[in-house]
């Protein structure tokens, strides 16, 4: 799929999200070398914090590849520092303790959050968790280098589907909610 | 544990929660201030005179302890080999080892300041000994437990809300073990200023598999000193049921620097460990993988999903393991062993009918490994099983296999 979109675009940065099993399973040096030459540039490994730098952080960063790490409302100012040190593309901002798809409590701590880590690092923050509408693109905008919109995504392409297939819906479906979403971003940036 | 002499296979887990190239810490960023807090807490207490006072307090008055090491008079002859033994966990309150466990954990979440609790379960074993020290202790709590489960462990269910907990019933996946624990997780991941996740098998991310086999640990220590009180000396074999493993590394922790000993796990074999998706036997029948927060083995394609476990007991139906017991598994030290339905349902009559004892499903699977030890081992020999539950709980869901009618 990767390289399908690399032979249309070869400047949009392609970053892949996930957990690691599937990645331990099919081989950390294989995947590596398959994901670098299909044109990834950045991995963001949800369960792997920097205690396991070992496992795919350190080879992942040696193959040329970012690794992406997630700060969140726990991470202190004492533990940021190592969650910062072998971070590299961008910094990923959990803007809430608990799951994707959730709603964002209090908007203005996301700010001192961003600004805190920005304390920190001089990579771009992204915030993402709880991000539904344009309106919360605009928001977090204005504080965070970007944003990561992933569940509302893929309610709006599920709603689209029948009996789990595309239809000639699904591709509007996703174009209109990302330029709602964009149109937020830029608005924050205005 | 250094006393344990550089070879010792009971030094593990090392700093990085790491048996082998098992356990470890794979856990989202917003869990890992937690963890690590936890672990420097579990370490203080175990230095706390107070706190080990408390909890040997407990275990003896609240719990029962020492469970009585039982000799099988009847199955012995049955089966004319080897002597059979039952280290009697049944006969804790609440009816299993989970309330070794549990006790240990309460008392730490109390000197941590948690005001909640939280707690996956599958055969309610560990939901009902968690809804108990809640009790006692005075905390909230709300138990996961798969759907699927909720309906063939119900008797639990209604003991854990008598007892005074939330029962969330998680019906994802097959609403098995796997997905309480996975819905425990994302309410722990929400809840993290107040609430402590009381895991209740030796798995999941360090300190947990340590911090659970030290409570557990006291299984085989009595065992131990019971035995060679009862017939001297050291038994032959050890024989204890695993899921994700609690009852069995208490069981096998204090022999395992005892060569002599053989060891033995049953797994659960469900339908036959060459039935796809049929069985639960994550050693026998999986291979290693990263999930809720350890890498072991786990049952999983070759695309690094995992697979629905299968097996009449719910207690082990979870498609992982004990971290410490994938290092075992490899290191060879524990032999691990399918045992299918049908065989422990079969256990389960026998050890009925012959010893008036109803034994869990889960320590049923146990028991059917014993059965085919013993018959060819010597009359001096002695096997010890760890009988981990009662089977009242299962009474219902045995006599619906069986056909049996009111």
């Not at chain 1, 209090?106 to 968790?129: C, M, N, Q």
């Not at chain 2, 008055?61 to 012995?76: I, K, V």
């Not at chain 2, 009180?229 to 590394?249: F, M, Q, R, T, Y």
Request: aromatic content about 6%.
């Amino acid at each position: 799929m990767v390289e399908d979109f690399r032979r249309k675009d070869e400047t949009t940065p392609v970053v892949l999200m996930g957990y690691y099993n599937p990645i331990y399973k099919f081989g950390v040096e294989k995947f590596l070398a398959v994901a670098k030459a299909s044109g990834v540039d950045g991995l963001i490994i949800v369960d792997l914090p920097p205690e396991e730098d070992d496992e795919l952080c350190l080879p992942a960063l040696e193959a040329g590849l970012n690794f992406i790490r997630l700060t969140t409302p726990t991470t202190d100012d004492k533990r940021l520092p190592a969650v910062l040190a072998n971070t590299s593309g961008f910094v990923y901002y959990v803007s809430m303790t608990g799951i994707t798809g959730a709603a964002i409590k209090s908007r203005a701590a996301v700010g001192d959050a961003v600004k805190r880590i920005k304390g920190h690092t001089d990579l771009p923050v992204a915030v993402g968790f709880g991000i539904k509408t344009a309106e919360d693109a605009k928001t977090i905008g204005r504080d965070a280098d970007g944003v990561v919109v992933g569940t509302v995504l893929v309610d709006a392409i599920g709603q689209s589907l029948k009996d789990g297939k595309a239809t000639d819906k699904t591709i509007e479906a996703a174009r209109t909610l990302v330029a709602a979403l964009a149109e937020g971003v830029r608005a924050a940036r205005a | 544990m250094a006393t344990n002499g550089i070879n010792s296979l009971r030094n593990g887990p090392d700093e990085h929660g790491r048996f082998g190239i098992f356990g470890g810490r794979f856990v989202a960023e917003t869990l890992m201030p937690l963890i690590l807090e936890l672990e420097a807490a579990y370490r203080a207490a175990r230095l706390d005179p107070a706190y080990e006072a408390q909890l040997q307090d407990l275990s003896v008055h609240y719990a029962g302890r020492p469970s009585p090491l039982y000799f099988a008079e009847r199955l012995t002859a049955e089966l004319g080999g080897a002597k059979i033994w039952f280290k009697r966990e049944e006969l804790n309150h609440t009816g299993s080892h989970k309330i070794n466990n549990c006790l240990g954990q309460i008392l730490l979440a109390k000197r941590m300041g948690k005001t909640r609790v939280i707690a996956e379960t599958g055969a309610g074993q560990h939901g009902v000994a968690t809804a108990t020290v809640c009790a006692k202790f005075d905390l909230p709590c709300t138990i996961f437990m798969g759907a699927t489960d909720v309906e063939r462990q119900w008797p639990n269910v209604l003991r854990m809300k008598m007892l005074g907990a939330e029962v969330r019933a998680v019906s994802a996946g097959a609403g098995t073990l796997k997905d309480a624990m996975n819905e425990a997780l994302r309410d722990w991941v929400t809840n993290v200023d107040t609430t402590y996740y009381l895991i209740g098998t030796a798995a999941g991310p360090h300190p947990y598999p340590e911090m659970v086999r030290d409570f557990q640990a006291v299984i085989g220590q009595e065992i131990k000193s019971q035995f060679a009180e009862a017939e001297g000396g050291l038994p032959d074999a050890l024989v204890a049921c695993v899921g994700g493993g609690s009852n069995a590394i208490g069981t096998f922790h204090a022999f395992l620097d005892d060569p002599t000993v053989a060891i033995y796990g049953a797994e659960a074999g469900g339908h036959g460990i060459e039935v796809d998706n049929g069985h639960a036997a994550s050693m026998t029948g999986g291979s290693p993988g990263v999930l809720h927060g350890n890498r072991t083995y786990l049952l999983q394609d070759k695309d690094g999903q995992i697979l629905e476990g299968h097996s009449i007991s719910a207690g082990l139906d979870y498609p992982g393991v004990g971290p410490e017991h994938s290092y075992l598994h490899d290191t060879k030290r524990v032999t691990y062993v399918p045992i299918t339905d049908d065989e422990a349902i079969e256990a389960f009559q026998l050890c009925t009918k012959l010893e008036g004892i109803i034994p869990a499903l889960e320590s049923a699977h146990g028991l059917a490994q014993v059965i085919k030890l013993a018959p060819a081992m010597a009359k001096n020999q002695s096997i010890v099983l760890c009988l981990s539950g009662r089977g009242d709980k299962d009474v219902e869901s045995v006599g619906k296999y069986l056909g049996m009618s009111m």
